[in-house]
């Protein structure tokens, strides 16, 4: 039940910011694409709507609760091939080389303790024209929040850029989401060629 309301939370909070990642990627109908961490859900599903009926979707979440949530609310696009679960983490993706036209990943990486071998993995996966949007809350706005110390590990928008950079992955926009010095950042990556 817990797991239930999360998600539930997850969706209402960061959907904004998800449906602007996805714009950011520039998928074409009958585009592969993923959410890593999809949490509640609703990146799953605004990228079916964006890849259309020919497209598939990838979702990774480390929460075997959030993936078990998403094979039910997404029952149907999972037996029709469309959409594929899995419980994993981003640092071992299990999806093949190239694979991917876009990928988002939002409010994930302050989790990640092997920040350069999730970069390495995304710049892995991604096909050589392909992007991927990594989406992070403003860091002087992070440390203002009470649960923060509890398991954050908050970085400055220069050292992600950096760890991308030294993975494989060169930044091609940085977009802000909200309002203010606190809005959000949405850092637009693409692959090194």
Known sequence: M?????GMMLNRSNRGTIAQ???????????????????????????????????????????????SQASGRFKRDV???????YTGSI???????????????INTIYFITELDRAFSELARV???AGRVVV???DPGM????PTTPFGFTIRPVDDVVATAKFAGLSLQDHQRVGQGD????LLVFSRTQ
């Open 2 to 6: 817990r797991g239930r309301l999360v």
């Open 135 to 137: 989406g992070i809350g």
């Open 21 to 67: 990642a996805i714009d950011a990627l520039e998928l074409q109908p009958g585009a592969v694409a993923a959410d890593l961490g999809f949490g509640g859900g609703v990146g799953l599903a605004l990228l079916l709507e964006r890849v259309g009926p020919n497209g598939v979707v990838h979702g990774v979440d480390y929460s075997p609760t959030m993936v």
């Open 182 to 185: 606190e809005a959000s950042h």
């Open 91 to 105: 640092t071992q993706l299990p999806l093949e080389d190239g694979s991917l036209q876009g990928a988002i990943t």
């Open 142 to 145: 992070m440390r203002r929040i």
């Open 126 to 128: 991604v096909a050589p």
């Open 79 to 85: 037996a029709s091939g469309r959409l594929h679960l």
